[in-house]
């Protein structure tokens, strides 16, 4: 909410580097004027360097799954109301908003940090298990930046505690799937004729860690990398 006010009295330290939680900003105007700041504005986005997460990009990097031909990312978590009543803050659209600038927006990130930025979206929110200003259902179509489609579906009404974040990348040769509560497992599934030759006998299909809370354990290698 107060994000911008924030980043807006640190810029006149033009030197500095300056580390903003998410969501960065909620009002688009504020990221325009952001942009002429001096100061480099780094948000915080963890999951990005999870485990599994960073055995992606290297599969991507290598083309292993070959072409891509779509994409598909899906929320599934749990946030009932009294999630909500703890903090007058929580769900309004000045000071929090839905659940896809708050919650997914780690899940939009990995996503873009994967296969690139977006160009185009047509979506539609609701509101469907809570009492809030914001939404906890959204439903989406992307397209990103280099002409992939990407399909969207985030919500926090879940009624039981077994969440999960996924993003499922297809390609030309095989899927790779990110998986768990925050991405934080991977699987690499290769079309017939291409196993072998591309991982090789006995080699790994399978990659990521288990995690005791849905924020990951990505912070501590984006502070060393900073």
């Given at each position: 909410?107060?994000?911008?006010?924030?980043?807006?009295?640190?810029?006149?330290?033009?030197?500095?580097?300056?580390?903003?939680e998410?969501?960065?900003?909620?009002?688009?105007?504020?990221?325009?004027?952001?942009?002429d700041?001096?100061?480099?504005?780094?948000?915080?986005?963890q999951?990005?360097?999870?485990?599994s997460v960073?055995?992606?990009?290297?599969?991507?990097?290598?083309?292993?799954?070959?072409?891509?031909?779509?994409?598909?990312?899906?929320?599934?978590?749990?946030?009932?109301?009294?999630?909500?009543?703890?903090?007058?803050?929580?769900?309004?659209?000045?000071?929090?908003?839905?659940?896809?600038?708050?919650?997914?927006?780690?899940?939009?990130?990995?996503?873009?940090?994967?296969?690139?930025?977006?160009?185009?979206v047509?979506?539609?929110?609701?509101?469907?298990?809570?009492?809030?200003?914001?939404?906890?259902?959204?439903?989406?179509?992307?397209?990103l930046?280099?002409?992939?489609n990407?399909?969207?579906?985030?919500?926090?009404?879940?009624?039981?505690?077994?969440?999960?974040?996924?993003?499922?990348?297809?390609?030309?040769?095989?899927?790779?799937?990110?998986?768990?509560?925050?991405?934080?497992?991977?699987?690499?599934?290769?079309?017939?004729?291409?196993?072998?030759?591309?991982?090789?006998?006995?080699?790994?299909?399978?990659?990521?860690?288990?995690?005791?809370?849905?924020?990951g354990?990505?912070?501590?290698?984006?502070?060393?990398?900073?």
């Amino acid at each position: 909410g107060n994000h911008f006010d924030i980043v807006k009295k640190l810029e006149r330290k033009n030197n500095w580097q300056i580390i903003v939680e998410k969501p960065t900003f909620l009002n688009p105007s504020n990221f325009l004027q952001a942009k002429d700041f001096k100061n480099k504005i780094i948000p915080i986005f963890q999951n990005r360097y999870n485990k599994s997460v960073v055995k992606a990009k290297e599969i991507l990097s290598k083309n292993l799954i070959g072409d891509i031909h779509y994409a598909s990312l899906t929320l599934d978590w749990f946030r009932p109301q009294r999630y909500y009543n703890l903090a007058d803050w929580r769900g309004s659209w000045l000071n929090d908003g839905g659940v896809s600038t708050n919650q997914g927006i780690h899940y939009f990130d990995i996503t873009n940090h994967l296969l690139g930025g977006f160009k185009n979206v047509f979506a539609r929110m609701r509101r469907i298990a809570v009492d809030i200003q914001c939404e906890d259902y959204l439903v989406a179509f992307f397209e990103l930046n280099s002409g992939l489609n990407l399909d969207v579906r985030m919500t926090t009404a879940l009624r039981h505690p077994e969440e999960e974040a996924s993003l499922v990348i297809n390609g030309s040769k095989g899927t790779l799937k990110l998986h768990g509560v925050c991405c934080n497992k991977l699987l690499l599934t290769m079309g017939d004729g291409n196993k072998e030759v591309i991982l090789g006998k006995g080699k790994k299909t399978e990659w990521g860690e288990e995690v005791e809370m849905p924020y990951g354990y990505g912070h501590k290698t984006m502070f060393k990398i900073l």
